[in-house]
């Protein structure tokens, strides 16, 4: 038996709300076919609509919460475990009381901070296995003394959770996520967030007021850091990586997108001065390497092109039709 | 071995699969030509720098193609995309992408999405640029998804026409072909317009992508992708040379060739002495040689030509990579930043020259072991001094460049084991 939660957002509405849920799963089954019953359960709120349903223009979450459930003493059918949850997620939708006025992503965020807080175990992260190949290889560069490495890493490979595995390799105490691109800071947070290693991470947004406090008391808390500070020269930037480089903690550097905006000097600059032979640096990219490298003291360099994720894909199908 | 992940292969399945098709477009080209529907220009040597200058003038040649490609009509088989990738059918509307010029401005761009309009009334264009609202809403880069995902979902076949635009953090999971309609242009803007058809979609997806080219033989689109991954399968795989690395890599990518009759896949040997004669090999090389590896004061004397440096010792009291420390240490602002971009910029121009005419030394001294053919050339003064007036550098510079294996014994072989 599990008890489930899950969400679902149709992007086809005009009304943008996600719906958040729950499904007890009364058999005796794996994670992977309760998933699969709660879709089938929630397919059911799609009456006449199954192929829309079926179709990409419906996002889908699953959470298994058994955990939880059975230490609030809702382990059982209709016990309405999502209400507990409900309010930490917030912002009520229209729709009624299921519905939340927030979009796929940062529905999934709260629910995994929230079950991450209440000890609820999170879904194992599993590598790729050019990403563990990768990740394998950088760490071993930065146990044996390299401090700044330069990632180039094809579009599908998986950059988020791969530098994000290996800042959690090597144990730093504060994650610097630093790009000229806003969005990254959304991917890293919202794909972070689902998975056990990083349950002990707090993701502060260095734009917000009251980082230095968040970022103490996650700190004085045993808890670790992924600080995301944005490359835009504003007011306050020097006065933000002062703070978070400026201290006896551990810490890693990374910079996504480093071809776009983050390659030029004024941007760069300010995080350079700041590395020193305690702070690991991985300058992230998708292409453009040399660009992206201009301006970093580079020790050693890492690249996977599109064709051989392709080339892993074969001999993955090869050995389990052996 | 990491200490808390595991390796899920799972993962390792959701890339999709992908092809290349090297596409002629003379066809279409000549037809225009002889319908008079060109203008002297293009008629002379097509391009498409030419045919975004001003679309009007080459306008029949472009509906042409697009016919030829999309409706399979006018009789160019060699560009009908369902003959060429044998598509018999589709389980959704047809998402194309097709990329222009990167300085294509957007007024031209719109007159393009015009054309394309025009000639393909069954399919909704979709222009991606600045100066274009679409339902109202103004496109920019962060709008440019759910624009097209509103279109999408419409259920009508699509093309999205773009230059600049949607070359990154743009994820359209129906783009299952993808034009590259430009010639030459720079490698990584490639490989990130390349990847607008890999985002993962329905199980089973094969992302197509369609270089258009004038003239196929010299189109290098597809080299830059070839050697990076023959160089990192060969450091992952230390018992392959260069040119074994390079073959496998060849064995796992589909290229095919476009034929009235259908796609012929392009057989390894022709792709390698087709790769060596227009210089693409030697040209990816250059980019991504390891500049790190060179001291600041060797990049400013490669860069300005200062022979004297590399004939001197004082190039070994320097240390090596730590290129940027000048720069980096400096608080002189923008305007000096921007010189040593440029002589960074400007050495590799020197390191690509040479590797391009590599060919003068390894032929010339019949020797394909770098540091020992150097050993010949200077020690014979005739060939030094016409290894000197070919490259434009001392052949103290070159040695250097060897002996600290910024220029690489390997990728001598990959060059002439394969030189037809």
């Given at each position: ?29 794996t994670y992977e076919e309760a998933v699969e019953d709660t879709i089938k359960y929630m397919r059911t709120q799609y009456p006449r609509r199954a192929r829309h349903f079926d179709s990409d223009a419906v996002l889908k979450k699953v959470w298994d919460i058994s955990e939880f459930a059975k ?176 201290n006896e903690h551990s810490k890693m550097l990374i910079v996504d997108e480093a071809d776009f905006g983050a390659h030029q000097i004024k941007q760069a600059q300010p995080l350079i001065d700041k590395l020193d032979e305690t702070v690991y640096t991985i300058i992230m990219t998708g292409t ?35 | ?119 393909l009334p069954g399919f909704e264009v979709v222009v991606l640029c600045g100066t274009i609202k679409h339902n109202g809403v103004k496109v920019n880069n962060r709008k440019a998804e759910g624009i097209v995902k509103s279109f999408v979902e419409n259920g009508r076949p699509v093309l999205i ?260």
């Amino acid at each position: 038996m599990r008890m489930m939660v899950y969400n679902h957002f149709d992007t086809a509405s005009n009304l943008q709300e996600s719906k958040f849920g729950d499904h007890f799963v009364s058999k005796d089954c794996t994670y992977e076919e309760a998933v699969e019953d709660t879709i089938k359960y929630m397919r059911t709120q799609y009456p006449r609509r199954a192929r829309h349903f079926d179709s990409d223009a419906v996002l889908k979450k699953v959470w298994d919460i058994s955990e939880f459930a059975k230490s609030q003493d809702k382990f059982y059918g209709a016990s309405k475990i999502d209400d507990v949850i409900r309010p930490a997620i917030g912002s009520p939708g229209t729709q009624g009381k299921e519905y939340h006025k927030l979009g796929f992503d940062d529905l999934n965020m709260r629910v995994n901070l929230f079950l991450a807080k209440q000890g609820q175990p999170l879904i194992e992260a599993g590598l790729s296995t050019k990403q563990y190949e990768v990740a394998e290889e950088v760490v071993d560069a930065l146990n044996n003394g390299a401090r700044c490495i330069l990632a180039e890493l094809c579009a599908r490979f998986g950059k988020t959770i791969w530098s994000g595995a290996v800042a959690v390799e090597m144990n730093v105490d504060i994650v610097v996520v630093a790009s000229y691109v806003k969005t990254v800071f959304t991917s890293f947070a919202t794909d972070l967030v689902q998975f056990q290693q990083f349950a002990n991470y707090v993701h502060v947004d260095m734009g917000i007021d009251g980082y230095k406090e968040k970022i103490e008391h996650a700190l004085a808390n045993n808890k670790k850091v992924f600080a995301y500070l944005s490359l835009a020269n504003g007011t306050k930037r020097q006065e933000r990586i002062d703070y978070l480089f400026d201290n006896e903690h551990s810490k890693m550097l990374i910079v996504d997108e480093a071809d776009f905006g983050a390659h030029q000097i004024k941007q760069a600059q300010p995080l350079i001065d700041k590395l020193d032979e305690t702070v690991y640096t991985i300058i992230m990219t998708g292409t453009n390497a040399e660009r992206a490298a201009t301006h970093w003291p580079i020790d050693t360099m890492v690249s996977v092109t599109y064709p051989e994720l392709l080339i892993q894909k074969k001999a993955t199908q090869n050995a389990s039709k052996l | 071995m990491l200490a808390n992940f595991k390796v899920n292969v799972k993962r390792d399945l959701l890339a999709p699969d992908f092809a290349c098709y090297q596409m002629d477009l003379m066809g279409p080209v000549n037809s225009a030509i002889a319908a008079g529907e060109v203008d002297e220009d293009f008629k002379t040597l097509p391009s498409w720098a030419k045919f975004a200058a001003n679309p009007l003038k080459s306008k029949g040649f472009f509906t042409r193609a697009l016919q030829g490609l999309f409706l399979g009509q006018g009789g160019h088989d060699e560009l009908n995309v369902d003959l060429q990738a044998e598509i018999y059918s589709r389980d959704h509307a047809r998402v194309a992408m097709m990329f222009m010029p990167a300085n294509t401005r957007n007024d031209v761009l719109e007159i393009i999405g015009n054309i394309a309009q025009e000639t393909l009334p069954g399919f909704e264009v979709v222009v991606l640029c600045g100066t274009i609202k679409h339902n109202g809403v103004k496109v920019n880069n962060r709008k440019a998804e759910g624009i097209v995902k509103s279109f999408v979902e419409n259920g009508r076949p699509v093309l999205i026409i773009a230059a600049q635009m949607a070359q990154r953090s743009f994820s359209i999971p129906e783009i299952t072909e993808l034009y590259l309609a430009y010639d030459r242009g720079d490698n990584g803007a490639t490989l990130q317009k390349m990847s607008r058809t890999l985002t993962p979609g329905k199980e089973g997806k094969v992302g197509r992508i369609f270089s258009l080219s004038f003239d196929p033989n010299r189109d290098d689109k597809f080299d830059a992708m070839v050697v990076e991954t023959a160089l990192n399968y060969k450091k992952r795989n230390a018992g392959k040379s260069l040119q074994e690395a390079m073959r496998d890599v060849l064995r796992t990518i589909d290229i095919w060739n476009c034929q009235p009759n259908g796609a012929i896949k392009v057989d390894i040997d022709s792709y390698l002495e087709y790769a060596l004669a227009r210089k693409g090999i030697s040209r990816v090389l250059g980019k991504i040689v390891n500049i790190n590896l060179l001291s600041a004061g060797a990049i400013t004397a490669l860069a300005n030509g200062n022979s004297d440096y590399f004939r001197n010792d004082k190039q070994d009291k320097t240390q090596a990579g730590k290129t940027r420390d000048s720069a980096t240490t400096k608080k002189s602002g923008v305007k000096k930043d921007h010189s040593v971009e440029k002589e960074i910029a400007k050495a590799r121009e020197v390191i690509t020259t040479i590797i391009e005419n590599l060919d003068i030394i390894i032929l010339g001294t019949g020797n394909k072991i770098l540091k020992d053919a150097m050993e010949v050339v200077e020690n014979d003064d005739a060939m030094r001094e016409c290894v000197e007036e070919e490259f434009g550098v001392s052949t103290e510079t070159i040695s250097y460049l060897f002996k600290q294996d910024i220029i690489k014994q390997d990728w001598v072989e990959v060059m002439y084991d394969n030189a037809g």
